[in-house]
C-alpha cells in the first residue's frame, strides 16, 4: 500500500503565497506522474498542476503563471508552490501520485489519492 500525506495549507491574504507538500510512503518501487488537485465549495475536483516521471509540467489555465509544481524523486515528494493568491483560489488541494510498488515480492500499480489540505485566501 502507498500513503500520501500533504501539508502545508493554510489561511493567507490575496497577493500572498503557500507551499504545499505532498509526501508518498510504502514500498514504492517507482512514482509516475504527480497530480495536484483542486476543489472548492459546491464544485468538482479540478485537475490544477502536474509532473512527470521526466519532469514535464502542465497547468491549468487559472493556475499558469503563478503556480509552480515540483518533485523531488529521492523524497517522494511532489511540491505546489502557490503565489499571487486570489479569493478563488480557495479551496481543498489534494495529490494524486501513481506509480509500482513492491507487493508481495511482485511490481503492483498504484494511484493514490492524499486527505487535501485547505487553502483559504481572504480578501
Known amino acids: 500500500q502507498v500513503q500520501l500525506a500533504e501539508s502545508g495549507g493554510g489561511l493567507v491574504q490575496a497577493g500572498g503565497s503557500l507551499r504545499l507538500s505532498c509526501v508518498a510512503s510504502?514500498?514504492?518501487?517507482?512514482?509516475?506522474?504527480m497530480r495536484w488537485y483542486r476543489q472548492a465549495p459546491g464544485t468538482s475536483r479540478e485537475l490544477i498542476a502536474q509532473?512527470?516521471?521526466?519532469?514535464?509540467?502542465n497547468y491549468a489555465d487559472s493556475v499558469k503563471g503563478r503556480f509552480t509544481i515540483s518533485r523531488d524523486n529521492a523524497k517522494h515528494t511532489v511540491y505546489l508552490q502557490l503565489d499571487s493568491l486570489r479569493p478563488g483560489d480557495t479551496g481543498r488541494y489534494y495529490c494524486?501520485?501513481?506509480?509500482?510498488?513492491?507487493?508481495?515480492?511482485?511490481?503492483?500499480?498504484?494511484?493514490?489519492w492524499g486527505q487535501g489540505t485547505q487553502v483559504t485566501v481572504s480578501s
Open positions: 509532473i512527470t516521471s521526466s519532469g514535464n509540467t
Open positions: 494524486f501520485v501513481d506509480g509500482e510498488y513492491f507487493s508481495d515480492y511482485a511490481l503492483t500499480g498504484f494511484g493514490t
Open positions: 510504502g514500498n514504492i518501487f517507482s512514482i509516475k506522474t
